[in-house]
């Protein structure tokens, strides 16, 4: 199994920054896939980002051009950078892994099959 560990939330005022982070630890040989996942109030659970081994990236259209995904495979690390945060933004941040291996590295909920206990991320307007 996986266990993944995320950290880094906290509360912002809009326009600021946060980083994410996620260690992944235990069976980790064929986690290529990793991403983050989000559940804000009143919203469904949304696919945020994703990165494959070799740092190809997948972004959900409410982040892109603001978020960046990054990953340190050595270390296990997964990353979340989050700029410009807006209220909008505020949710629940969960860090996920793929089980197996996947070739189309998209935050989709089916590409996953270990998920971290999430970090909560609040964004004052």
């Known amino acids: 199994q996986v266990r993944l560990v995320e950290s880094g939330g906290g509360s912002v005022q809009s326009g600021g920054s946060l980083r994410l982070s996620c260690v992944a630890s235990?069976?980790?040989?064929?986690?290529?896939?990793m991403g983050w996942f989000r559940r804000a109030p009143g919203k469904a659970r949304e696919g945020v980002a994703a990165i494959n081994t070799a740092g190809s990236t997948t972004y959900a259209d409410s982040v892109k051009g603001r978020f960046t995904i990054s990953r340190d495979n050595a270390k296990n690390t997964l990353y979340l950078q989050m700029n410009s945060l807006k209220s909008e933004d505020t949710a629940m941040y969960y860090c996920?892994?793929?089980?197996?291996?996947?070739?189309?590295?998209?935050?989709?909920?089916?590409?996953?099959?270990?998920w971290g206990q999430g970090t909560q991320v609040t964004v004052s307007s």
């Open positions: 235990g069976n980790t040989v064929t986690n290529n896939c």
């Open positions: 996920v892994t793929s089980w197996g291996w996947v070739d189309a590295c998209t935050p989709r909920e089916t590409n996953f099959g270990f």
